[in-house]
């Protein structure tokens, strides 16, 4: 998704280097499939990079998950093998946990809501990730997160009845799925679609853009008209990799890189909608949600925030961040 990718999810690429007449190599790791929105940004996005550093800086990307899940593009960083990364916040929260605050599923209901947190807190994120060892070169989105099954799922009774995809070694995501009552099988993203064919899981939450590049929905062909969460994401690459960089490239290497996740940003927000159009179109039934509906599941996936505040996100951040969007909510309502 972006100059950048989600993620969702997530893309971009960066650095400048070393020698004079030598080109450095950046490897950089995404879920974003080949063809993808996020991916064909991701393109560009190196291409700047070469122009902006006199063909110094070489990206090689690996994406659809070719190198694994976010879990292993984290630990391949760590031990030198990748030098970036476009992360959703599932591999974003493996090096910060505290960027589930703004993941919680039903914190925000607007895109506005979610940006005028995430900038309010962004100085403070990203020293948290410059802390642990990681520079974040950009933001950006994956899109609004909606449930995709086998069988319609319009109430969370009719989800309890199926196996739900959760992602393989996040066990505060599965245990917040157990406090609603579901069922749960985890799984690394790039088997999604193979344990759809199988059967060994019948429902999963997905952005629609990301629904439609990696064909799930053709499987999981019934969408609950319900927006559970705004799935963020960014690029990062690791401080070794950012150090290498000669300084006077690397104001130009943000800035392109903030750039192109703004870019990415609205391209992909636009893009959602025509998404599940296309889907539409091959088979995917959506299924709306009343207002009561849509309260009972807000009820229920509050009930699971308990697991995130009593693990590793503080419980005064999360007061933070619904403060911040009660502030925005009220004055889009003086506005109006």
């Known amino acids: 998704m972006k100059n950048w990718i989600v993620a969702t999810f997530a893309g971009l690429a960066f650095l400048a280097a070393g020698g004079a007449a030598s080109a450095q190599t950046i490897k950089l790791g995404t879920l974003a499939p080949k063809g993808s929105p996020w991916f064909e940004n991701l393109q560009d996005m190196a291409a700047d990079w070469g122009e902006a550093s006199n063909g110094r800086i070489k990206v090689r ?3 659809g998950g070719s190198i694994g ?3 292993d593009m984290v630990r391949k960083m760590q031990i030198g093998q990748l030098q970036g990364a476009v992360l959703t916040a599932e591999g974003l929260s493996i090096i910060v946990p505290e960027i ?5 599923p039903m914190i925000f209901k607007t895109d506005g809501e979610l940006d005028y947190v995430r900038d309010a807190l962004k100085p403070e994120l990203e020293a948290m990730f410059e802390a642990r060892g990681y520079k974040i070169l950009n933001w950006g989105d994956i899109g609004w997160v909606r449930l995709f099954s086998r069988e319609p799922a319009i109430v969370i009774e009719d989800l309890r009845k199926q196996k739900l995809f959760t992602w393989a070694g996040d066990p505060e995501l599965a245990e917040g799925y157990r406090v609603q009552g579901l069922k749960v099988v985890p799984l690394p993203v790039p088997e999604i679609f193979s344990g759809l064919q199988s059967g060994l899981i019948d429902a999963l939450y997905a952005a629609p853009v990301a629904a439609l590049s990696y064909q799930w929905f053709g499987l999981a ?8 969460l705004k799935l963020i994401g960014a690029t990062v690459v690791t401080h070794k990799t950012w150090n290498k960089i000669k300084p006077e490239v690397r104001d130009d290497v ?16 636009n893009f959602e909608d025509e998404a599940i159009r296309v889907m539409q179109e091959h088979g995917l039934t959506i299924h709306a949600v009343t207002d009561e509906q849509a309260d009972a ?5 509050r009930a699971s925030w308990v697991v995130y505040t009593n693990s590793n996100v503080p419980a005064e951040l999360v007061v933070r961040v619904e403060a911040l969007r009660d502030e925005y909510r009220k004055q889009q309502a003086t506005a109006n």
């Open 221 to 228: 062909n019934h969408m609950t008209d319900l927006k559970v």
């Open 100 to 104: 589930l605050a703004l993941q919680l």
């Open 61 to 63: 990307i690996y994406p």
């Open 69 to 71: 899940d976010e879990r």
């Open 297 to 301: 599941w807000e009820a229920v996936s």
């Open 254 to 269: 943000v800035a392109a890189a903030v750039e192109a996740g703004d870019n990415s940003r609205e391209k992909i927000r």
